[in-house]
């Protein structure tokens, strides 16, 4: 019989009940290290005060109204991202795929508002990872994740990581942007790298075509910038956040310039919950936090020290660690075993990890992380690592 949950998970045999920072406590008791984070969401950790606060304060006042009024803790929001990025203007919705599929609608009615609405072809990568929706499976276009969901919605053009004479030849007058994430998260944590960032956006100038990057995972504080993108000193005309920007709460943003959001005016776009009062306090709380200076310099003092960390780490167990990669907090162990049997282990040791494509664990722990947790998750890793070494 089919459980009254929609089977399509393999949960692990883990009940969590509460989260205090760092740390997860499960139903029996025992405390894990949480180097998940909710898969980079919980970015200011379990039941921080300040978002605590803000949660309950907005909920004793109003919890939703519809996009048909004002709402000043939406515009509040907006201001602050406008004045952190690159950005002009800010569209709120309820998760990432929903920020794809704001993304994709915006760059095809770009183009159709410039009277070429052939170019509605979006260039997107192998390994990539936008969403669940039908525009986020075709983006990413991996047989995962579209085998039986066909027709899939046209207009994508799928290119190898890396292969610069593809991309190059894959620039016809068809193609209105490009799609792509900084750093992939569901793809075994690979940074692009600095110079490829550049070299993206140099040739989106030189077509005239959008860049599109997907911060969803990789934004927010996660690589010791506010956005990872910030690394290589380029800007993207269209931007898609999630994951941390509601420290927990479903928070989703498209964000853009204001040329390349010229199409979508009034009537062309709407969520009904997207930047609800709720959800754009707790948005709200997490930006006065993450996007200060000091808030990050702690992300990268905390980043290098897991870093080192972990290099030592796959040094001491080279049959279980292949390679560290990755940046700021956002960090992938390559395995040897597979990749379920070192999160399972990990479970073992009482820590969190999540697995990810090209046999990969990814650490992505709240930004919050201490200096005493990153040495106790190293411990906790070396237990683990242990448990899986041939005796
Ligand atoms: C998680 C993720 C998404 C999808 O976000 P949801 O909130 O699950 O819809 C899109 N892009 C990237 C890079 C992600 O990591």
């Known amino acids: 019989m089919i459980p009254s949950v929609l089977p399509t998970y393999n949960r692990a045999p883990l009940t969590f009940v509460k989260g205090e920072g760092s740390w997860l406590v499960e139903a029996d008791g025992r405390r894990f290290l949480d180097l998940g984070a909710g898969i980079a969401v919980n970015a200011l950790g379990h039941a921080h005060p300040a978002l605590v606060a803000a949660l309950t304060g907005q909920a004793q006042q109003l919890w939703h109204v519809s996009n048909l009024y004002r709402i000043p803790q939406q515009e509040m929001l ?85 292969d610069h004479d593809a991309l190059r030849a894959a620039i016809t007058d068809t193609v209105g942007a490009i799609l792509i994430e900084p750093v992939q998260g569901e793809g075994g944590i690979r940074p692009l790298p600095d110079q490829c960032l550049k070299g993206l956006r140099d040739l989106c100038d030189e077509h005239g075509l959008l860049l599109i990057l997907d911060e969803v995972q990789c934004g927010m504080g996660r690589t010791g910038r506010l956005f990872a993108h910030e690394w290589a000193g380029v800007e993207p005309d269209i931007m898609m956040v999630a994951k941390g920007i509601g420290g927990g709460f479903p928070l989703g943003a498209v964000l853009a310039t204001e040329q ?119 411990r906790r890793l070396d237990a683990a690592a242990r448990s899986l070494a041939p005796a």
């Open 78 to 162: 907006a201001d602050k991202l406008v004045a952190a990025t690159f950005a002009d203007t800010v569209f709120f919705t309820n998760s990432g795929t929903e920020a794809c599929e704001l993304a994709v609608k915006m760059a095809r009615k770009y183009w159709h508002d410039r009277n070429r609405p052939e170019r509605t072809d979006i260039i997107t990568f192998e390994g990539s990872f936008h969403g669940r929706s039908s525009a986020g499976i075709a983006a990413a276009g991996s047989e995962k994740m579209t085998k039986g969901f066909g027709p899939l919605l046209p207009g994508f053009i799928h290119l190898l990581w890396g």
């Open 260 to 378: 390349a959001a010229s199409g979508m005016t009034a009537g062309t776009h709407g969520s009904t919950y997207g930047g609800n009062p709720l959800a754009c306090a707790v948005g709200a709380a997490v930006m006065d936090i993450v996007a200060t200076p000091e808030f990050l310099s702690e992300v990268n003092r905390r980043a290098g020290q897991l870093r080192q960390g972990l290099e030592s780490l796959v040094a001491s167990h080279p049959s279980v660690f292949e390679a560290v990669r990755g940046s700021g907090l956002m960090l992938g162990l390559k395995c040897k075993p597979a990749n379920l049997d070192v999160v399972a282990a990990a479970y073992d040791a009482l820590l969190i990890t999540v697995p990810a494509a090209d046999n990969v664990i990814r650490l992505l722990p709240p930004l919050t992380l201490t200096e005493d947790e990153v040495a106790e998750a190293l």
